[in-house]
T-cell receptor
């Protein structure tokens, strides 16, 4: 089974703090993603990465940055946390190709961030 | 960019009834349409997907239909069971390297009453 592990399940931070959300996958997937989940809004794409050191903005990148120095790890960074960034953050990975199961997003368990 | 609208936001059915969730999308270039199920406190998981060269796909009690002309697709669950209770998300994307760049709907909370 592919495993996508998010290091923190619950975080509480203060406004203005720098926040790091870490995500690690163990199946050598090329693509990794960060989504934000809010009730009534579904899942919205923040950033994604096709491969190491490659990143592309999603639909709501403002206030966030990402880092992918190694294939298995994709980090989401909130440079200066704000209360409107209180949310559930979901990391996902995906393998490419033509085999069965390709192109399916595998999600992590989520990191619930509260910014006070 | 793509916009996906999902209805209804909540759906309550009796065990054994059918449930239908509908989604519309805006980008005519979208050609991949997955459905994810998220049980309470758990991560979303793919339950079925369809590509634009197919009008319908079935997997046991679940089926998805796609109408490209009208730009809408639907999830059908027959003989619902309490374990079908969850939040269901539809999504859409273009093909190629954009497969993972999914735009999700707002989600439908399905409750199946025993």
């Amino acid at each position: 089974d592919v495993k996508v592990t998010q290091s923190s399940r619950y975080l509480v931070k203060r406004t203005g703090e720098k926040v790091f959300l870490e995500c690690v996958q163990d199946m050598d997937h090329e693509n990794m993603f960060w989504y934000r989940q809010d009730p009534g809004l579904g899942l919205r794409l923040i950033y994604f990465s096709y491969d190491v050191k490659m990143k592309e903005k999603g639909d709501i990148p403002e206030g966030y940055s990402v880092s992918r120095e190694k294939k298995e790890r994709f980090s989401l960074i909130l440079e200066s946390a704000s209360t409107n960034q209180t949310s559930m953050y979901l990391c996902a990975s995906r393998n490419t190709g033509y085999l069965a199961g390709a192109n399916v997003l595998t999600f992590g368990a989520g990191s619930r961030l509260t910014v006070l | 960019g793509e916009n996906v609208e999902q209805h209804p936001s909540t759906l309550s059915v009796q065990e054994g009834d059918s449930a239908v969730i509908k989604c519309t999308y805006s980008d005519s270039a979208s050609n991949y349409f997955p459905w994810y199920k998220q049980e309470l406190g758990k991560r979303p998981q793919l339950i079925i997907d369809i590509r634009s060269n197919v009008g319908e796909k079935k997997d046991q009690r679940i089926a998805v239909t796609l109408n490209k002309t009208a730009k809408h697709f639907s999830l059908h669950i027959t003989e619902t069971q309490p374990e079908d209770s969850a939040v269901y998300f539809c999504a859409a994307s273009r093909g190629g390297t954009s497969y993972g760049k999914l735009t999700f709907g707002q989600g439908t909370i399905l409750t199946v009453h025993p």
